[in-house]
């Protein structure tokens, strides 16, 4: 595993990391068992960093449960917002969603506490006195998180956030792939003037990269748009190593990106795109 500083902060974080949305796999009864193993899975292969949020289902208590005795060798994020569905973005809400997710994590402090979609809180109740920039500045200075950061689509609106020069990290997700360069025209390149931790998540877009690509192809409508797309998977077929991996290695390329997120819903899902942090660049 190769580590790359994150931003500002001066953190070393590694290449690949793990992100908690699917962590529970697709059975809830092994669903505690799974999480134990793909967590341990993190350790030995060199991960050092979780995203998580209280939206992924049971993810936050899973990890906690499975962090016991380890917690201190991850750096740990999470978000606020979207959780409850009335979550208003106030800062008194910010305070007790990240006091919250604190228990469920079982953690005295987080590494990083995001806004979680930006678009839904939009840049009044993020910006206004009382807002949620307000409730994270409250956090830090309470001890309940060391930075703070943003997530959403790459948007106008989460590129405005960066700019303001407020924020540590960004999260873009679905925007940054061998097919899809969204994220680097204008969110990524403010945020590396902003010298902000980069991660970027969905990289697989919703199995594209993966043996589920037939399926994905055939839900695109726009025939030229399917066939660039078609193209690019051949490229990416032709190179040595596997789909997820390629997908991986493109993104990584990209010396501005800190970390690429891995969704893992197993072991064998993790251990497949870690590899692409010692693999080099593929060739489209």
């Not at 449960?65 to 973005?89: I, M, N, R």
Request: with cysteine; glycine share 8%.
């Amino acid at each position: 595993m190769h580590y790359r500083q994150f931003g500002r902060t001066k953190l070393q974080i590694s290449e690949v990391s793990l992100g908690g949305a699917y962590l529970m796999g697709p059975n809830p009864a092994q669903a505690e068992d799974n999480v134990r193993q793909v967590v341990k899975s993190a350790f030995a292969l060199g991960i050092n960093y979780i995203d998580t949020a209280p939206l992924y289902g049971m993810s936050e208590n899973l990890l906690g449960q499975a962090l016991t005795g380890t917690a201190d060798q991850f750096h740990l994020a999470t978000k606020v917002g979207l959780e409850p569905e009335d979550f208003d973005y106030n800062a008194d809400s910010v305070l007790w969603s990240l006091d919250r997710s604190l228990k469920r994590l079982q953690i005295p402090k987080l590494t990083v506490a995001q806004i979680h979609e930006v678009n839904v809180a939009g840049w009044d109740r993020i910006m206004s006195p009382g807002g949620t920039l307000s409730g994270l500045r409250q956090a830090q200075q309470k001890g309940m998180c060391d930075f703070i950061g943003i997530t959403a689509r790459a948007i106008p609106l989460l590129a405005e956030l960066a700019d303001t020069g407020e924020f540590d990290t960004v999260l873009v997700y679905h925007d940054y792939h061998p097919a899809c360069l969204t994220a680097t025209e204008t969110v990524i390149p403010t945020a590396v003037k902003q010298q902000m931790g980069i991660v970027v998540a969905t990289v697989l877009a919703g199995g594209l990269y993966t043996d589920q690509h037939q399926q994905v192809l055939a839900k695109i409508s726009d025939s030229i748009k399917r066939q660039r797309v078609t193209q690019i998977l051949q490229k990416l077929q032709a190179n040595e190593h596997t789909l997820p991996q390629n997908a991986f290695r493109f993104v990584l390329a990209d010396e501005r990106v800190t970390t690429v997120s891995s969704g893992a819903a197993n072991v064998p899902q993790l251990t497949e795109v870690v590899k692409a942090s010692a693999l080099g660049t593929p060739t489209l």
